[in-house]
């Protein structure tokens, strides 16, 4: 059976914003255990006191986190540069063969031009494409009977080149992703190789992302 502490430990290490508001001092500590109380209590299926709760909190360690917040913090004063394109859609398709057939036309096309945004993502079920505004005649053209389940117009994207290293420190991402929900600003596609990542917002949100960026890069 878990003890307070295992189970204390267990709701705020799945709960990466609180486990960093609390090692910044930025919580406090009655009101969140006050906030677990009933949890620990569910999955303890006994009886326990807030104290208890409190002390176990107090009683993380905040080692590993300091750890990995400094790696990270040196990672990201490496990154490369920040590649913006805007005036970009997406679209996303159901998977079926003549999707498949369909891209690989899409591909043909458009594959030697080297101004153009282009993306394919490809998912179980369903195939993502990102591409600059003037490409969309063809996907209108190609893709006319397909089963389209979203697509969003007015968009822009900043790529970020990260140094190879990337593959092997965890965090990185979230790091990134968590910038952007502090500033309440959505993301409406994340596109990875190894060594880049496309963020794809919004264009009215396009400074305010390139903003968030630079802070990072900076801090």
């Known amino acids: 059976m878990k003890t307070i502490q295992e189970c204390v430990e267990h709701i705020i290490r799945k709960t990466p914003f609180i486990e960093e508001a609390l090692h910044d001092k930025?919580?406090?500590?009655?009101?969140?255990?006050?906030?677990?109380h009933g949890e620990?209590?569910?999955?303890?299926?006994?009886?326990?006191?807030?104290?208890?709760?409190?002390m176990a909190i107090n009683r993380l360690s905040s080692t590993d986190h300091i750890k990995i917040k400094r790696r990270?913090?040196?990672?990201?004063?490496s990154l490369g540069d920040f590649i913006v394109r805007s005036d970009l859609c997406d679209y996303t398709f159901k998977n079926t063969p003549s999707l498949?057939?369909?891209t690989a036309k899409l591909l043909q096309k458009t594959g030697n031009s080297s101004e153009e945004f282009f993306t394919i993502s490809q998912g179980v079920y369903e195939?993502?494409?990102?591409?600059?505004?003037?490409?969309?005649?063809?996907?209108?053209?190609?893709?006319?009977?397909?089963?389209?389940?979203?697509?969003?117009?007015?968009?822009?994207s900043i790529t970020i080149k990260l140094p190879k290293s990337n593959t092997e420190d965890s965090g990185i991402y979230y790091f990134i992703m968590k910038?952007?929900?502090?500033?309440?600003?959505?993301?409406?596609?994340?596109?990875?190789?190894t060594n880049e990542i496309t963020l794809v917002v919004k264009e009215k949100d396009i400074n305010k992302a390139f903003a968030i960026l630079m802070d990072i890069k900076k801090s």
């Open 26 to 36: 930025l919580i406090n500590v009655s009101s969140l255990a006050r906030m677990m």
């Open 40 to 54: 620990v209590e569910k999955t303890l299926r006994k009886t326990v006191k807030e104290g208890a709760i409190m």
């Open 72 to 77: 990270i913090k040196k990672f990201v004063t």
């Open 100 to 102: 498949l057939r369909n």
């Open 127 to 156: 195939t993502n494409i990102v591409l600059s505004k003037n490409l969309q005649p063809e996907i209108d053209s190609l893709f006319a009977d397909e089963n389209i389940i979203c697509s969003m117009k007015e968009l822009a």
């Open 179 to 193: 910038q952007f929900a502090w500033a309440d600003l959505s993301i409406q596609e994340v596109i990875s190789t």
